[in-house]
């Protein structure tokens, strides 16, 4: 290991943080402009031009809150739970290829920063990680209210996981490999995964919606039943993380199902074009790609009312699985035809 | 019983078909109005910079007019006060001085007048009673106040100044009062 590889890799997860954080920080603002779309409003813009400053206020806003802690509150696990929830959201932009190599200095850089071999199920280790974030401050803030949120949450996570998974495994047989550059190696140009298995994207597109606790299945949070739920005593920063890890949730979920899904920056016509022009232009396409699924992700929230808990189980553990698993045989078989066993 | 308006509407518990079971199409045409919605003009009024245009029958603070030549026209009659359904409006009567000619309209003028804008409810009687064409209220708004006291506003900040005049030809044109 020489020392330009270790600049390198630190650059890289340097820029990545930042660019998580930033992407983070702007889809709040965006999500505020956005509602106010949607409801016939301009949305913030006070701050700057066009409001492009809200962000950076909201931040300073925040850190100057009284930073409060309850008395009868598990002082440390109190302090820990927003801090998992950030690692557990930022640790999963680890193994996301954001684009082919690019030569930097006559370096050949991989603008990824750690390939594993068992891509998929790191980040399904990590994300059902995050759960305890919520777990975790909700438990110890020693509030009802609170409680209820962690409960849901953790309830919540074990029915979608579940369907997340088994819904996951058709595009590993497709793809025959858990890292995330086997599965890009195969839906080069415009050969994306979503034209072969649009069940299976309808399937990871719910489960991930209710993984990063977004509306329609917000119910950790669930302002009107449970005065915020899982944050209900979380004040300043500690509840400016759990906010913020919300958003890193999204961005990076948007990542992954862009790349599992619709060719990651592969797209149509690539060919054409060789070196570093080949990276700008994938990047780009990369991040278009990621941007429209966020935009989706704040569309739904501001259109569909949130779930009953009990809807939210019935559809997680009678519709999704049950569909999910029928896709995983269904697809089995397909490929054991054409690989030629019968 | 038959209907009179043809309004009701007969409540059904059919069961859901198989498409409405799906709540795809449902979701997708509710996700289809909220982008036409993103796109609509908004209806924001950006405060500051734009205000909103009052109604001509608009009631907000009171004014007591002058006549042209910057006589009051108010004579202290009292009929005000006792139209007031919020017992706001408080006066004492004087007589006019020799020399006082060009300040009063008429012999008997209010020395002091004195409106309790806590108690008042802009309903606009005191205006309705006037027969001197002498009180009006106009588009400006009461402003806040921090202490209960100021809230009673004198002759000092009802009666309109010679150089300013309020502008009150829209409450005229409404057609609630007569040319007197």
Redesign the interface.
Known sequence: MDLAFIIEKFSLVLLVFLISLGVAAYSTFFERK?A???????GP?RAGPFGLLQPIADGVKMFLKEDFIPKNSDKWLFIIGPGISMFTALITSTIIPWGPPVEVFGRQVTLQIADFNIGILFIFGVVSMGVYGIMIGGWSSNNKYSLFGAIRASSQMISYELAMGISLITIILMSGGLSLNDILDHQKGINWNIFYQPLCFLIFFICSLAETNRAPFDLPECESELIGGYHTEYTSMKLGLFLFSEYVAMFISSAIISILFFGGYHFPGETYFVGNTLAIISILVFFAKTFFFVFIFM??R???PRFRFDQLMHLGWKTLIPLAIINMMITGIIIAIYEGWF | MESLTNRKKVVSNKPMTFIEKLYLPA?FS??F???K????????I?YPEETRVFAPVYRGQHVLKRDEQGRENCTACGLCAVACPAEAITMVANERKKGEEHLYREEKYAETYEINMLRCIFCGLCEEACPKEAIFLTDRIVPTEFERGEFIYGKDILVESIEERIDISKRQNTGKRGVV
């Open positions: 956005l106010g779309w949607i409801q016939d409003r301009i813009n569309w739904i501001w259109t569909i | 979701i509710g996700m109005i909220t982008l919605h993103m796109f609509k003009k908004k209806k924001t950006k």
